[in-house]
């Protein structure tokens, strides 16, 4: 499973990155909006130097085929070629795919709500699909099993595309997302703090320390 942040907010990077094993991070406009009017390309450098390897995916702005392909060009120019252009799915997004597929681009097949978005996105090639998994569901679409069903498109037709399950509210959207075969999520810094501080972990941690020290008297094993 490859987990990612959807979020531009440097620190929040800065400390998952020292927590997770982190794929990469996810972009959209609204996304950067909640950063406010920063400065784009330099903000996503640090973001580059703070993931150093991991995946860097950027969405478009342009609606029109030709625009959104020279959207992709100055985003691959500023970033590198290993960015992942984020692309909605829908006419001229599709035209835009199959253009930037055949000349190399890394593409992402986002803002999916359908199956049939699914399809088309794997037979153009996108090298990831962004299924909206919450969004989804508020509208009453089964999200699990669409990410089930494009999987086993992915397999039928040998294609190399992956699912990177996106938009989540909570913890059980995103277990429900690995389970029906996503090979990828991404999710909020909420969703994970949401997973790792609840307060049954930190019971169990405190009791295992109480008990240590109960023993031993000491706060540490090394302490011994
Ligand atoms: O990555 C797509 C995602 O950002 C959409 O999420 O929370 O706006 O539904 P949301």
Redesign the pocket.
């Known amino acids: 499973m490859e987990f990612m942040l959807?979020t531009v907010n440097l620190d929040k990077i800065r400390y998952y990155q020292n927590i997770l094993p982190l794929a990469g991070v996810?972009s959209?406009p609204?996304?950067i909006k909640k950063e406010g009017k920063i400065d784009f390309y330099v903000h996503l450098k640090k973001i580059k130097e703070i993931i150093g390897s991991g995946q860097l995916h950027v969405q478009v702005v342009g609606e029109l085929k030709e625009e959104i392909e020279k959207d992709a060009q100055v985003i691959v120019d500023n970033l590198g070629k290993e960015t992942f252009i984020k692309i909605p799915v829908n006419e001229q997004g599709l035209a835009a795919m199959k253009t930037l597929k055949s000349k190399g681009f890394k593409v992402t097949a986002?803002a999916i709500y359908t199956e049939f978005q699914g399809y088309l996105a794997i037979a153009a090639g996108a090298d990831y699909l962004?299924p909206?998994y919450?969004?989804m569901e508020n509208l009453n679409i089964d999200a699990a099993e669409i990410i089930r069903t494009l999987g086993e498109e992915i397999k039928r037709t040998n294609s190399s595309s992956k699912i990177l399950a996106?938009?989540f509210k909570n913890v059980n959207q995103v277990n429900q997302a690995c389970r029906n075969g996503a090979q990828a999520v991404?999710a909020s810094p909420d969703i994970f703090e949401q997973a790792l501080v609840m307060p049954s972990i930190q019971k169990a941690v405190t009791d295992f320390h109480d008990d240590w020290r109960a023993i031993f008297g000491t706060e540490k094993i090394y302490e011994l």
């Open positions: 959807d996810t959209n609204s996304i986002t962004a909206y919450n969004r996106a938009s991404t």
